[in-house]
């Protein structure tokens, strides 16, 4: 009997060479440039606005409830703007790492909108007021501060009342902010006095609520915003006026703000003084906030900070105290309570421009769009934190703090090239000051723990409601 025309192998083979020929085919003919799809959109139906209503009624809820559908990447199309956001290992490090994206591009146009610097200027003095900043508040040089830190709060602390019932919020406020300037910007450089300080306060509070808007959107969009903003600015140019006359010579006694003119030689000292001044208080203040909130309101946690506290400085109280670094290295569970407080009220999103197509989960990013990412989302990814919502100081044990290490996945602080250069800075003052205010008052929170307001994007989360306390200096 003759055999069959083909074998039966061979039948097989062609078979299969046909399909792989077919598969190539349609996976080159699907993308003709044979490029990764771009990642899934939402665009509203408004031209222009896109989703930018839907995602402003809550723009931390509308971008987790996105990526729930979506995926760990996906656009949003808002204002004019395609925002790309991505999450997960992968987009962590794609947003930290990749050299298609850059970190002064995405923020040129909200600093040219927040403190009228101009383009040009920006991108000439940026990444040399980083390097003094980051070298200045650097971790090895923090004594540098700490001891003026500490009598400006020492000072201001004394001027509280005994006793009293207040918002934490604004109880923090009033010794944080007078402490932190006069340290930072020079003694009585910016109005701390009672008399000049309330005025500066309510155009401060103003600029500060209105900057997730005001960096975004032309300044006539916004009245109140824009003449608290053009008032700050006189205010700087007058300090700046009097600073680079009378500023000393010695490299030593020199406050920040110095050191900032010194590089800037003359060009926009006013409009980046008042950033730095910006930049200085608007994360800084709201975390020891929820720092001693979160303490407070639990009992538990509460005893065991006094009783670290107690055990460095002896009973609490009214002694004075001298507060080094090394008494601060020995108060490991209140930092901890810091850090577990930051990694549940951190900023909402963080940015870059794309520069150059992106691959990432097997999409590609257009240049052009602005990556996106949210601290206070990858917070809550149980891969890096197990019980994401819960308030628990236990995970960061002491041999990373000792390390000056953060835990992976914790980008309170953002990340890479241009993480924030006041963050040793900051995690000393808020030790520092939550410290102090446990040691001197005894606390009763008087409203219910309050959730983070959902309205924000960026900065550090604002309380959704009051938080009064009783407090009273110890005995
Ligand atoms: C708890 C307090 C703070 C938090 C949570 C915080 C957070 C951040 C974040 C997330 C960024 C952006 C980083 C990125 O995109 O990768 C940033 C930038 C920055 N931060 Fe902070 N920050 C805090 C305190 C401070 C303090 C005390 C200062 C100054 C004394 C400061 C100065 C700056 C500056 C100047 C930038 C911009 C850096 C640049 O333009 O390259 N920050 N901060």
Redesign the pocket.
């Known amino acids: 009997m003759p055999g069959p025309l083909i074998e039966p192998n061979s039948a097989v083979g062609i078979l299969l060479g046909l399909l792989a020929g077919l598969l190539v085919r349609y996976l080159l003919t699907r993308n003709p440039r044979n490029h990764p799809p771009s990642p899934p959109c939402i665009r509203g139906w408004i031209p222009w606005l896109g989703a930018a209503l839907e995602m402003g009624k809550g723009p931390l809820e509308f971008i987790e409830k996105a990526r729930q559908k979506y995926g760990p990447v996906f656009t949003v199309v808002a204002a004019g703007n395609r925002l790309t956001f991505i999450s997960g290992k992968e987009g962590v490090s794609a947003f930290?790492k990749s050299k298609q994206v850059n970190?002064t591009q995405a923020?040129q146009k909200p600093v040219q909108h927040t403190a009228s610097i101009a383009e040009e200027s920006f991108y000439k003095s940026?990444d040399d007021i980083?390097k003094m900043?980051t070298f200045r508040?650097s971790h090895n040089r923090l004594n540098a501060h700490i001891t003026r830190l500490y009598n400006e709060f020492t000072l201001h602390l004394d001027q509280l009342s005994p006793q009293g019932t207040k918002e934490l919020h604004d109880l923090v406020r009033q010794v944080m902010y007078p402490a932190v300037v006069d340290t930072?910007f020079g003694k009585g450089v910016c109005p701390t006095a009672k008399n000049t300080l309330k005025e500066f306060e309510e155009h401060f509070r103003t600029f500060d609520e209105g900057f997730e808007y005001g960096s975004q959107l032309p300044e006539w969009f916004f009245k109140d915003w824009s003449l608290s903003k053009q008032w700050l600015l006189k205010l700087f140019k007058n300090i700046v006026a009097k600073e680079e006359e009378n500023k000393p010579s010695e490299d030593s006694a020199k406050a920040?703000l110095h050191h900032l003119l010194d590089r800037l030689k003359g060009n926009d000292t006013h409009n980046y003084s008042l950033?730095?001044l910006w930049?200085?208080q608007a994360?800084?203040n709201p975390?020891t906030f929820w720092a001693l909130a979160f303490i407070i309101s639990e009992p538990e946690v509460y005893e065991k900070a006094i009783s670290e506290i107690t055990s460095v400085f002896g009973k609490a109280g009214q002694q004075d105290l001298s507060i080094t670094e090394e008494d601060l290295k020995r108060l490991p569970f209140v930092k901890s309570c810091i850090l577990e407080a930051?990694r549940l009220r951190?900023?909402g999103a963080?940015?870059r421009k794309v520069v150059k197509p992106l691959k990432v989960y097997n999409y590609e990013i257009p240049p052009g769009d602005l990556l996106m990412l949210s601290?206070y989302w990858v917070h809550r990814d149980p891969q890096y934190f197990p019980e994401p919502e819960k308030f628990k100081p236990e995970r960061w044990t002491q041999s990373i703090l000792e390390k000056n290490a953060f835990l992976a996945g914790f980008i309170?602080?953002?990340?890479?090239k241009?993480?924030?250069?006041?963050?040793w800075?900051?995690l000393m003052?808020?030790h520092m000051l939550v410290v102090l205010f446990l040691y001197k008052y005894e606390f009763q929170l008087l409203d219910p723990f309050p959730k983070q307001s959902n309205l924000h994007l960026v900065g550090?989360q604002q309380p959704d409601g009051p938080c009064r306390v009783k407090y009273k200096l110890r005995e």
Do not use: K
């Open positions: 930290f970190f923020v940026h980083l900043m508040l930072l920040l950033l730095l930049a200085s994360n800084a975390m930051m951190s900023p963080i940015t601290p309170a602080f953002g990340g890479g241009y993480q924030c250069p006041g963050r800075f900051a003052e808020i550090t």
